[in-house]
């Protein structure tokens, strides 16, 4: 029953909410009950989850007891409270109790007042900036130099980093906006041609057997130059510095930070099993030993090789490039080679004294001294059996313009000459800059203050397109750009399909504009939404529905995947703890980038596709890709994409808490943390993170030398503490229901990790009773628990979203509203898409 006392914390910083009139009397037979059937955990003796039915108030106007009698009403509704054992409240008490605490509620938010001028405000947080930043300067950032590299990570509050309370501006931010913004300016203002223009670099494998890297070739029974290229089986060959820019000496293909075309042109002979090799483009940079390129399967016929291209940032760090085959295949042995002879090969090489080379290498294959690491294993000599690859060559075209002057540059001058040199040309670049960049009408004095800093600049004997940078950094480091200004209208009737008091204030239209766009995509409004606040379209729920339908639709959909999916379902934590590489050995970087991923490609199905949120709690689908269906034991999926699977029946997974990267995260990299994960459970399915333990209550320690107990076991031990007992009871069944995954996610039947090996694992038991009574034998009866308790998930959700949407944590007063946006996602079909159209058309999306 403490599914609100979280977010009450951390909302008592804001204002508190105001009323002209005082809610009715609690009914008089509802609180006697109450106490009759809840004073013995929740009075003077107890307080269980920081709750005392004896200083309830009727007073709905104190936020704190206001969200106390909502945690109430939820609870008795969804029948969780009383808990299993007691009696239950009698059906008039809990009638009485949802109509005294809704309609209380309801008059309450209608006798709320708010001053003519007051406004809200929140920063962008470094998303929001960094979006904005692209869709107003149509600006790419390569490696290095995009803002979220230099602003310092925002504070968070409810969960998420779009909440006004926790984005505060302090002056040493201010200097990072200010870097920031000059650097912007810098890269969206040019003067003459690029400094680096855009080249051609190729390397042609055939032609590596010429240069100094056939002793390296040579050595290899993986790797020999065949007519017009390269034959790879085994291992990988680099660049040996052969692809450099022009002019260059060191072996990097960039010599700006910029986005590089990639080209391989790759042929291959599949081996005598049909498998098709696959090959790898690595890139070596000093972050990351090589970081990789690109990576496909090599489909194209040995004698018809085709090309494969990515564009990529790189930077300046760069080394040389590698190319890798990623097959199995292992020519060679266990046996090293002397150190006297690796030692001459050494010297002649660095002679150059490339005969010599060669007469080395030849005697060293022929006494069965392979590279450095092997010999030659004679059982697998007859390299036709293997899968091979023909390297024709590998280009790189950089640093790529879209167009030269870039975007940015021609969009700000597209309003005055080329020759432009005065403040009237310039007024002309602000005053069609302006109010895009601050996203509302743009007053004539606001206007002179940015105009006043280029003529400064311009006095001083700068040039015109330097003063016109200076201005930019000014306009961008304005509150006005960084700050979300929520404007009022002064029409009290903003729009006939609006009903309302007369006397309701509510947003402008470029304000409502911003909240829909900040909402969905993380950025400003483009240019419909910019029309339609204009013509004054968007106080109409239907335009704005129609505006959420059209924004779906939109690329930039991906932001609210990636913001509001990865911060709700916390996917951020999944990777924390690196699974024991002894203990999990199945566990490598593809499954761990793939875990990770995994929730919000499920999620962008379920949105993109209407398809039901309870899919959330139990699906007959999942979302993976060929490296996840391998550790799901999933057979018949190839390739990085993911797609959607259907399950067999047989199949545990489906769901949120099927999902691998979940059960790493509520792991220690050792052993699974059934505490960590029913953490997880209650506060991203349900709103309803447990208090955080008191000082004094330690940890469930884990297995010492000569110890065997399951986690369930140490639980039980731990619950003895008399200062954990209470807790543990609705806390532990979440997670102990989870156990059946182990710390990597995989399906285990008997207990491993630790100091489980062997035969006598001891079996795993996911058994429990939840708080309402409900018990369940495994997981799988688990998660048809969680489906009866679906209107909990549905308002938990919704709460989330409006958390999300509205930068501000759940207020009483958005109880009607919470209400009403479940009743319509239930009614059409429980997608995301009813849900944001039910928020996104409410009065309260429209109101500040």
Known sequence: MNSFRQRSLLSLLLTALTCGAVAAEIPPNVLPALKEHCLGCHGPDAAEANLRIDLLTSDLADRENALKWIEIRNAINLGEMPPDGESPLPIEILSQTSEWVSQSLKQIDRSR???DEQTMLRRLNRHEYTHTISDLLSMKFPSGESPLNTLPPDGTAEGFDKVSSALMLDPSLMTHYYHVARHIAERAIVDGPPEYPTETMRLEFEDIPDSHAIGYLVTRLGLNPVPGGLEMIEGGTRSFGMLRYPGRKDNNVAPTNGFYRFTIRAGASPGKDGEVPRIRLRHDHPDDSMQTIMEFDVTAAWDNPKEQTVVIPRDTLGGEVKVEILNETKLYMGQRPGEDFMRRIGEVGSQQNFQESLRLAGRKIAEGWGGDRSTPDPEKLNLTEFPRVFLDYLEVEGPLYDQWPPKSHSTLFSVVEPAANDLDDAKKIFTQ????????PVEPSELAAILNVVQTEL????SFHEAIRVGLTASLTSPNFLYLIEQTTSDDDPSDDVTSDDDTEHLDDHAIANRLSYFLWSSMPDDDLFRAAQAGELAAPSNRREQVDRMLADPKIERLVESFAGQWLQTNTFLDFTPDPHLYRDYDDALAEAVAREPLEFFREILLHDRSVLNFLNS?????????????????????HYRVVPLPQTSVRGGLLAMAGVHQAGSDGIRTKPVSRAVYVRDVLFNNPPDPPPPNAGEVEPNIRGENLTVRERL??????????????SLDPYGLALENFNVIGAWREAQDGENFRGRNRPPIDASGRLPNGNKFADFREFRQQLLLQSDRFRRALAEKLLIYAFGRPVDPADDALLSQAVNDMKAQGDTLRALIQSIVSSEAFITP
């Not at 800059?433 to 509302?440: I, T, V």
């Not at 007959?620 to 990085?640: C, K, M, P, Q, S």
């Not at 031990?717 to 543990?728: G, R």
């Open 716 to 729: 039980v031990q731990h619950q003895q503490i008399e200062a954990c007992a209470s807790c543990h009871r």
């Open 459 to 462: 006095d001083n004997g700068e």
């Open 433 to 440: 800059f302006l109010p895009r960049a601050w996203r509302r």
């Open 113 to 115: 007042s708010r001053s």
């Open 620 to 640: 007959d689908f999942i979302v993976i890709n060929e490296r996840l269906a391998e550790h799901y034991e999933l057979d018949g999926i190839t390739g990085d």
